[in-house]
T-cell receptor
Framework: QQQVKQSPQSLIVQKGGISIINCAYENTAFDYFPWYQQFPGKGPALLIAIRPDVSEKKEGRFTISFNKSAKQFSLHIMDSQPGDSATYFCAASLNAGGTSYGKLTFGQGTILTVHP | KAGVTQTPRYLIKTRGQQVTLSCSPISGHRSVSWYQQTPGQGLQFLFEYFSETQRNKGNFPGRFSGRQFSNSRSEMNVSTLELGDSALYLC??????????FGPGTRLLVL
């Protein structure tokens, strides 16, 4: 019930291409879905997040698509750059009682490599 | 505004010892969460504190404990260390009902 499944485990894309990472969740109570980017030796950094009342959110080259009925959401990176090479994690949380999103359930991560 | 800081950044311990890790949240953030990151298990939630109270707890043995102080700084303690406790321990802070921002982590190696 608490799982978030992420695919693919690794992804290789050419510079300028589109990177797509998918996640599926089980718990329909989740109401907050962030994506994090992590570089080696660093902590995860928030990239973009979405709530289930929105089907798509775009910030620069990054877009989240959300399908509530299928319990799936995905990250699209347009015009992928070598500097985007990192590990990407999807996550889900529920805002229990309107207090916090402090308990995140993470996907297993996707190692993205963008070739120049 | 300064980010989440964690100390120490690296730590080497031996089996059976105990360890205390420290986290200073972003100023104004009262929620602090801890996560364990390993290659095999990924990112796993340990516990969350808000205003000195533990609000959520993950599925970890009682050897893992934490606390939060009145200034929102937090510590986590692992007693009787096992080899499998070797991991990157991440702290995240946030405002009430807001996103979580992660620190750089403490890398713990248990020999």
């Amino acid at each position: 019930q608490q799982q978030v499944k992420q695919s693919p485990q690794s992804l290789i894309v050419q510079k300028g291409g589109i990177s797509i990472i998918n996640c599926a969740y089980e718990n329909t109570a989740f109401d907050y879905f962030p994506w994090y980017q992590q570089f080696p030796g660093k902590g995860p950094a928030l990239l973009i997040a979405i709530r289930p009342d929105v089907s798509e959110k775009k910030e620069g080259r990054f877009t989240i698509s959300f399908n509530k009925s299928a319990k799936q959401f995905s990250l699209h990176i347009m015009d992928s750059q070598p500097g985007d090479s990192a590990t990407y994690f999807c996550a889900a949380s529920l805002n229990a009682g309107g207090t916090s999103y402090g308990k995140l359930t993470f996907g297993q991560g996707t190692i993205l490599t963008v070739h120049p | 505004k300064a980010g989440v800081t964690q100390t120490p950044r690296y730590l080497i311990k031996t089996r059976g010892q105990q360890v205390t890790l420290s986290c200073s949240p972003i100023s104004g953030h009262r929620s602090v969460s801890w996560y364990q990151q390993t290659p095999g298990q990924g990112l796993q939630f340990l516990f969350e504190y808000f205003s000195e109270t533990q609000r959520n707890k993950g599925n970890f043995p009682g050897r893992f404990s934490g606390r939060q102080f009145s200034n929102s700084r937090s510590e986590m303690n692992v007693s009787t260390l096992e080899l499998g406790d070797s991991a990157l321990y991440l702290c995240a802070s946030g405002r009430q009902g807001s996103v979580q921002y992660f620190g750089p982590g403490t890398r713990l190696l248990v020999l």
